[in-house]
């Protein structure tokens, strides 16, 4: 007998399924007993059963999933047969995994012979929990039911019940997501602050030599400044130069002068692209626009032209986000009040004009807005600078020149065999959440000025 | 309708013959009227009857939807301004216009009412726009409350000081007709007051169109009167004879509150 949870799982809906028509005919069968009407509908008194049928037991059933096997770990170290295991270390662990493969019959005989003692033990604790398991899902299942299947009278309100488990069931769905985030947040501090144990927070931030080695930490270089100044200049100051301008004549002509016909194309070829993966654009920009930037660097003399270039990393990621852009700027200028272009056309504007001193104005705190989320987007950017802007942490403003940035070290450092302690990895960590800072503060500053944006002409 | 009885010596604007299309339903019907310069001529009838419509067709705002089409002769001083040699920026220079909902661009004061003349070239210096924002400040009755603060926001004016503020801006291209559409129906009646008493101001300076849903605002701030009805033009004449002695029963009805 061993514990399939997917196979209970089942079983306890079949029991509420069986609960779910219980309850709705005992419901009935008082109903028209007593001569009465129901409060709620017959199916509510249904579905109160059910729920309350399956939802403990599918709770248990999470719970002892997770805990069961450390109790019969526990279990068979307790055992005679576990006295003569190494201690703690790999091969204990190895044997332990061993044997239990056997006891699941996932394996026909053992691999490590310390193992074969350890199988009858780990059957015998197996089967002993899962019974545990089973028999207090049961009991559970079935209590709950009845508690449920009691309560059905005429007057009782099973629709508010059930109505206030299924808000329950919605509210813990959005929290999944925050928690997530919160969860996320929490191992990133973790990790960070044992990084800056070993390197001091000010010699990340402000140090200017980045060149870390495996093996103890070596002063003087966790310097992040070349990274942030890498990312500053591929993610908001090359890939802007590109998204800005050509963003915002594209919302200018979808908005004031492209025929319905046109609109209707070209928006949804735009948001394709916003679709198109990074690795994509990644590619495109290693092995199509490097090469060629390189070349005309080297046809204009200049020096320390790389097939890495910030500038090709750059140029293509400020393509990629021309379509967010533009969608930001779109919506921006379409929300300013269709008065104020009148206003302007009935001074004898010229539709040029009204666009140049009148709607971009208006529209420019969205606009701005949308920037800085699509720079925030920009800097957290990573397969498109990985495979294009190279990785050598070199401070210059030459944009023919190799740069390397935040997200592209983050990628260096966690890839390939590492130790995971070593102040290397864990730099990893620090600068991610630097990173995680630097978008969040830029994000609460766009979605501040967007709405306060948006009040203005509500 | 008889053209006997109008006394409209010297039209500004004159339109024959117009019909207004949106799409293919018929807005405006064979509407024929002159407008008189120096006169405060006064559009009147139920909602949905076309007035606002064919006031938008006297300085081609109805360009601005795509579906509109207007046909039939609109003159401005006989030159048809239809006609392809007319130049639409030039025309709305000449004849101005304030919406219903006042709507100051989110602009200082001073820029909202420098706006026009800058893009018309009719300031060649900072000191000459200074000279025509206060002129057309004052000309607004507006002057004495922003004169300290005109480069504020010209959104955080009241309704109706931003209202007061659009008639300046439209004034300050100096304009020959000015066109109102229901310029005080999102206005307190203080507001309102104030609006009508700059309309009986600036009456024979130009020639003025009001669209108006108030027929007490209509007897009192115009000398001409024309009453739309399902986008015909029922009846045109002396404001004092359309609300005393209407030739019209449909005149009659609407100004007795029988319909609308």
Redesign the interface.
């Known amino acids: 007998m061993t514990f399939n949870a997917a196979a209970l799982l089942l079983l306890i809906a079949g029991l509420a399924l069986i609960g779910w028509i219980a309850g709705r005919q005992r419901s009935n069968l008082l109903a028209g007993r007593a001569g009465t009407k129901l409060h709620s509908r017959p199916q509510y008194h249904g579905w109160y059963v059910a729920l309350w049928l399956f939802a403990p037991a599918a709770l248990f059933l999470a719970v002892w999933s997770s805990v069961s096997p450390g109790l019969i770990t526990n279990e068979v170290l307790a055992s005679e047969a576990a006295e003569s295991l190494p201690a703690f270390g790999f091969e204990r662990g190895a044997i332990l995994s061993d044997a239990r493969s056997v006891a699941q019959g996932k394996q026909d005989a053992v691999r490590l012979p310390a193992a074969a003692p350890l199988v009858e033990p780990y059957a015998a604790a197996a089967h002993k929990y899962a019974w545990i398991g089973i028999a207090a899902m049961l009991a559970l299942a079935l209590a709950g039911g009845l508690y449920a299947f009691t309560r059905i009278k005429p007057d009782f309100r099973a629709r508010t019940r059930v109505e206030r488990i299924v808000m329950a069931v919605l509210l813990l769905a959005s929290l999944v997501a925050i928690l997530t985030t919160f969860g996320i947040v929490l191992s990133l501090l973790f990790e960070s602050i044992r990084f800056f144990q070993l390197v001091s927070p000010m010699e990340l931030l402000f140090g200017t030599n980045w060149a870390p080695q495996s093996g103890a930490p070596v002063d003087d270089t966790f310097g992040g400044i070349p990274l942030f100044w890498g990312t500053v200049l591929i993610g908001a100051i090359i890939a802007m130069i590109v998204a800005i301008p050509i963003g915002m004549m594209t919302a200018v002509y979808l908005t004031q002068y492209a025929a319905?016909v046109v609109r209707r194309w070209v928006k949804p070829i735009l948001e394709i692209l916003a679709g198109v993966p990074t690795v994509v654009y990644g590619y495109f920009a290693a092995l199509t626009v490097a090469p060629a930037l390189r070349e005309f660097a080297v046809m204009l003399g200049i020096p320390n032209a790389s097939t890495e270039s910030a500038l090709a990393a750059g140029i293509v990621m400020g393509v990629m986000i021309i379509p967010f852009v533009s969608s930001m700027a779109d919506d921006s200028i379409n929300a300013v009040?269709q008065?104020?272009?009148?206003?302007?056309?009935?001074?004898?504007?010229?539709p040029n004009?009204t666009i140049r001193?009148?709607l971009i104005?208006?529209a420019l705190p969205g606009v701005m807005g949308g920037i800085l989320l699509a720079v925030s987007r920009a800097i957290g950017e990573t397969m498109i600078v990985v495979m294009a802007a190279g990785l050598s942490a070199n401070m210059t403003a030459n944009p023919f020149a190799s740069v390397t940035t935040v997200t592209a070290q983050i990628v260096k450092l966690l890839t390939g065999d590492q130790e995971f302690d070593s102040a290397k990895t864990l730099a990893a960590f620090a600068l991610g959440l630097v990173l995680f800072i630097v978008t969040l503060l830029l994000n609460i500053a766009a979605l501040r000025i967007v709405k306060k944006y948006r009040e203005?002409y509500e | 309708m008889t053209q006997d009885d109008l006394i409209i010596a010297d039209p500004k604007m004159r339109a024959q013959g117009v019909n207004v299309f949106y799409g293919d339903k018929q807005a405006i019907n064979d509407v024929s009227i002159d407008v008189g310069t120096d006169l405060v001529t006064a559009f009147i009838g139920p909602s949905g009857c076309g007035k606002s419509t064919f006031l938008r067709s006297l300085n081609r705002m109805n360009d601005t939807v795509a579906s509109a089409k207007v046909t039939g002769r609109i003159e401005l001083d006989g030159e048809d301004i239809y006609a392809p040699s007319m130049d639409v920026v030039q025309l709305r220079a000449r004849v101005g216009m304030v919406f219903q909902k006042p709507n100051p661009f989110p602009k200082s004061i001073y820029d909202n009412v420098g706006y026009g003349p800058r893009i018309h070239g009719l300031a060649p210096s900072k000191a000459d726009l200074d000279v025509i924002v206060e002129r057309a400040l004052v000309r607004a009755g507006l002057w004495d409350e922003v004169k300290d603060r005109l480069l504020e926001s010209g959104t955080a004016l009241s309704g109706g000081q931003q209202q007061r503020l659009c008639i300046a801006r439209a004034i300050a291209v100096d304009p020959e007709v000015i066109l109102m559409d229901e310029p005080c129906s999102a206005l307190d009646p203080i507001a309102t007051a104030k609006i009508e008493e700059l309309i009986h101001e600036l009456r024979g300076k130009y020639a003025i169109v009001i669209v108006t849903h108030n027929m007490q605002q209509a007897a009192r701030v115009s000398q001409r009167t024309a009453f739309f009805h399902l986008g015909t033009l029922v009846e045109y004449g002396k404001t004092t004879d359309i609300f005393t002695n209407p030739k019209q029963e449909r005149t009659k009805d609407y100004i007795t509150g029988r319909y609308g």
């Open positions: 319905p009040p008065a104020m272009r009148d206003g302007s056309l009935a001074l004898g504007a010229t004009e001193q009148v104005p208006a203005a």
